[in-house]
């Protein structure tokens, strides 16, 4: 194992996240030294930072190697409480696409994570490729020095593969010019119908070209990798696993999961392969929230996707290869938050009135998402399709091979999520053996209500969710 420790101030470190932070739009690492020991994770590659930097808020932050490829993953572990119950089994977190942990640990007082650890789970969340602190390129035992421009986002790491200076610079310099236009069209839209506000026009344009150039400096991260569902499913999580069965030496060697919109989706998706092939996916239980494998006869406001599920190549469809939804969604933000609440109606599709504090609101939208593959949401897309989602090759279909797994099942559902209805997770719940499904909509006809992230950091979820999962997890937590 490899083991950061921060506390020795004598060796220098940068690992920057790749999210945008409300004012200053990054926060430097303290300077840290790495050290090289024997090693249990998977393929021995594998090291946990004991002391972290305010970007990430758990107790401790694990890096895992993943096979066939040069990126680690970043884990954050939250340790079990000793005042709570006894569990058997650790509990990994899987966040949605494009968003990073911070969705799972917002703030002391409204945090997911947290509370689980509180109640007795060694808790992970696990960062896949390209979100939050993941990153490509890390040696073991490679030591960063810091940079002088405290204004990048990403972390820059030396990559594997050798591209010449031209090529990247051309590559980099193309993808910019592909986003450039990609934000004009969307402000375009965005603005479409509210001509009479052209101040706030201008300043959006304006805050689009200016996170456009912070995400120029994630490039080091995007432009030389490519990656899509079936890697998250087939490498990133495998991998993950098998290092927290090391970590955490269950008498089983299995896990419990949850996952949270394409968190969600990996487990279902997991639990489907491993059916088809007769094989334990090594879970205990899984809870999923707001996620399905087919939304086609839903409302979802993704629906947008349909026309690109069908292009054969992703890059031709959305003429960039990368989307930076955190550059977007950040420049965006205060539009929809500050008078004269201009694009207010996107509001909804994150959180429903009153059930988030309006600081925490900000810090989700500003610090909680990542620039995204277009191969990734293309895949994705196909979840409108006849069928549900597919792997690449277009030949397996996920939820044709949910009903042959024995994995007990909890799916939980909001009454206003615009992202994934109710109509679409039962969609995907009534492939799975009733036996073995727990299936749950929250909120009232009267409210509170509850859209696409309040099943997870909603003002009620601590009161109303947090223990129905709890209760779920402890009947299925046996060895």
């Excluded at 504090?357 to 620039?371: M, Q, R, V």
Aim: charge should be neutral.
């Amino acid at each position: 194992m490899v083991v950061v420790l921060q506390s020795d101030l004598r060796y220098g470190a940068v690992l920057r996240s790749n999210r945008a932070l409300s004012d200053s739009r990054s926060v430097l690492w303290r300077p840290a030294r790495i050290r090289v020991g024997p090693s249990t994770a998977m393929n021995g590659k594998g090291y946990a930072e004991k002391k972290k930097s305010n970007i990430c808020t758990a107790d401790e932050l694990h890096y895992v190697a993943v096979s066939n490829s040069d990126w680690h993953l970043a884990l954050w572990r939250y340790l079990p409480s000793s005042k709570g119950p006894k569990r058997n089994h650790p509990l990994l977190l899987l966040s949605g696409v494009g968003t990073n942990a911070v969705g799972y640990d917002l703030s002391p007082q409204s945090s997911f994570a947290r509370f689980m650890s509180i109640h007795g789970f060694d808790t992970w969340i696990l960062e896949v490729r390209g979100a939050g602190l993941s990153m490509p390129g890390l040696e073991s035992g490679e030591v960063k020095q810091p940079l002088n421009d405290s204004k990048i986002r990403s972390v820059k790491v030396k990559s594997t593969e050798m591209v010449s200076k031209y090529e990247e610079s051309q590559s980099e310099s193309k993808l910019l010019e592909g986003v450039s236009r990609l934000s004009e069209r969307l402000s375009g839209f965005l603005i479409e119908g509210q001509r009479s506000v052209k101040p706030q026009f201008f300043d959006l344009q304006e805050r689009l070209s200016t996170s456009l150039e912070d995400f120029r400096n994630e490039l080091d991260l995007l432009v030389k990798n490519d990656w899509d569902f079936d890697h998250c499913l087939e490498e990133d999580v495998p991998a993950v696993m098998e290092y927290i069965r090391t970590q955490s030496k269950t008498k089983d060697d299995k896990l419990l999961a949850i996952g949270h919109s394409m968190g969600g989706i990996l487990l279902y998706a997991m639990l489907s392969r491993y059916g088809s092939e007769g094989k334990d996916p090594g879970l205990a239980a899984v809870t999923t929230l707001a996620s399905s494998l087919d939304y086609t006869s839903s409302k979802s406001s993704l629906k947008l996707l349909l026309p690109l599920a069908s292009v054969a190549d992703p890059i031709q469809a959305l003429k960039v290869p990368v989307i930076p939804i955190g550059a977007l969604i950040a420049a965006i933000h205060p539009f929809a938050t500050r008078p004269p609440y201009v694009l207010s109606w996107l509001n909804p599709l994150i959180s429903a009135e009153d059930m988030m504090h309006p600081e925490l609101f900000d810090k989700l939208c500003l610090n909680n998402f990542c620039s995204v593959p277009s191969k990734l949401l293309l895949q994705l897309a196909t979840v409108f399709q006849e069928g549900g989602l597919c792997d690449r090759s277009g030949t397996f279909f996920y939820k044709h091979h949910l009903g042959k797994s024995k994995v007990p099942v909890l799916a939980l559902a909001g009454d206003q999520d615009l992202i994934c209805p109710p109509e679409a997770v039962y969609e995907t719940v009534k492939l799975i053996p009733e036996h073995l499904v727990r299936y749950k909509v929250l909120g009232e006809p009267g409210g509170p209500h509850y859209a696409h992230y309040d099943l997870v950091g909603g003002r009620l979820a601590v009161d109303q969710v947090y223990p129905c999962i709890i209760e779920f997890l402890a009947r299925h937590d046996m060895c």
